[in-house]
């Protein structure tokens, strides 16, 4: 016998639990509920409960199972009344969600209730269109989005690595990107700097790069440094950056750098190159290992050969700068697993990866407790300087092999 719409729901509502606004949004703050807005994107921009997941009725068979794989999370449905969330939470038991319950009087009667209600960030109809692909998953959306865009990160050079790096996280959406270097573009640069080009040849590396950033993304504002990244510097140049993505050749900036990032807790993205060997790691102060705790002491100059001396497969700094990018992303969106206190080794001849542990050196120079007194107390500890007679100390347990000295 055919079943009226009466009947679905009458059935539908014999079949699904119901929560009080007010019960499931003490739930909700204690983090024991996982609430679903399954209404249509249109009434979501008009405002929707804090934290929740909007799935859209018409896509929550199809899209339910990739942001909530376990069928035991509790959950509660809502929509503008009750009725579409009755029908969906019926179908989601059918899939074998055993805790799922809706929300009574849906959205109307939480805003009665006084309930707290979050109103969507604001993008214009130009950036839902470009940033469409990141709204459609909820570990970024657009409040993720909006942070992309609020947020600012520092690439130390347009070379290799900042080249496929800026290029992405431009594509991305990130609002500020700044540019340190200060080289100008060479046609030697062209087989793996490929934010430059041809007609560039001579032009200063930064307004290069600027320039291609903005044909791709004219949301982004490019902050140009044309400057040698040196001790009287670095404050200046790295102060109110959110992430730094370091593409730098040299070991000299590597250790002004990190010095500089972790006194202003800066996490700095860390990459570098040798012929086909790229190895890719995150300092995030204080929480794993800084460039000092792997590295105490600087090498001399001569084992510190660049890319124009040893070579790079062109690809190599690509794929590493594009690593770079991600793990900035996620540092800024702070989803998943930072590579803090990871090393990930990438051999391109057996297109393989390999990941290291990485410790912090409890007496570090820069990042230890001691070190983190010694400079509130305006009396920072002695470093290795540059250049020192002392000879270069791998640590943190690498193997030679994994000295990469080329940069970008
Ligand atoms: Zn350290």
Redesign the pocket.
């Given at each position: 016998m055919p079943k009226s719409y009466s009947d679905l729901l009458r059935e539908a509502r014999a079949a699904v639990p119901e929560i009080a606004p007010r019960e499931a949004n003490d739930r909700r703050a204690a983090g024991t509920l996982t609430i679903i807005d399954v209404r249509e994107v249109e009434e979501w921009e008009q405002g929707f409960v804090p934290d929740a997941l909007h799935i859209g009725r018409g896509y929550l068979e199809m899209n339910i199972e990739a942001f909530i794989p376990e069928r035991d999370r509790p959950m509660a449905l809502y929509c503008s009344s009750e009725i579409r969330s009755y029908f969906a939470a019926r179908d989601l038991k059918a899939m074998g969600y055993q805790d799922v319950s809706v929300i009574s009087g849906g959205f109307n009667a939480w805003k009665s209730a006084g309930l707290p209600w979050s109103m969507p960030v604001a993008l214009t109809s130009e950036q839902k269109i470009r940033y469409s692909r990141h709204l459609l998953m909820p570990e970024v959306g657009a409040e993720g989005q909006a942070k992309l865009l609020g947020s600012k990160v520092l690439l130390i050079g347009a070379g290799g690595l900042g080249s496929s790096a800026a290029l992405y996280l431009a594509a991305a959406g990130v609002g500020t990107i700044g540019i340190i270097d200060f080289d100008v573009v060479d046609l030697s640069n062209l087989q793996r700097q490929v934010i430059h080009a041809n007609d560039r040849i001579g032009e200063r590396k930064t307004e290069s790069a600027r320039r291609t950033i903005n044909a791709l993304n004219p949301d982004v504002n490019v902050l140009l440094h044309d400057e040698m990244l040196i001790a009287a510097n670095v404050e200046r140049v790295i102060a109110g950056y959110d992430v730094i993505v370091d593409g730098t050749d040299t070991f000299e900036t590597r250790y002004l750098l990190?010095d500089a990032a972790?006194a202003l807790r800066i996490p700095v993205v860390h990459a570098s190159v040798f012929r086909f060997e790229g190895q890719l790691t995150a300092f995030v102060p204080y929480e794993g290992?800084?460039?000092?705790?792997?590295y105490p002491t600087p090498p001399p100059p001569e084992m510190a050969p660049g890319c124009s001396v040893a070579g790079v497969l062109g690809v190599v700094p690509g794929i590493m700068g594009l690593l770079q990018a991600n793990e900035a992303i996620k540092l800024l969106l702070g989803i998943g697993d930072s590579l803090a206190g990871r090393l990930v080794l990438f051999d391109a001849l057996d297109a393989s990866f390999t990941e290291l542990r990485l410790r912090?050196?409890p007496d570090?120079?820069?990042?230890?407790d001691a070190?983190v007194a010694a400079r509130a107390a305006g009396t920072p500890l002695a470093v290795p300087a540059f250049g020192a007679d002392a000879p270069f100390v791998l640590g943190g347990g690498l193997g030679a092999g994994a000295v990469a000295g080329g940069g970008a």
């Open positions: 990190n972790i290992p800084c460039y000092r705790c792997l912090r050196d570090c120079p820069v990042c230890s070190a």
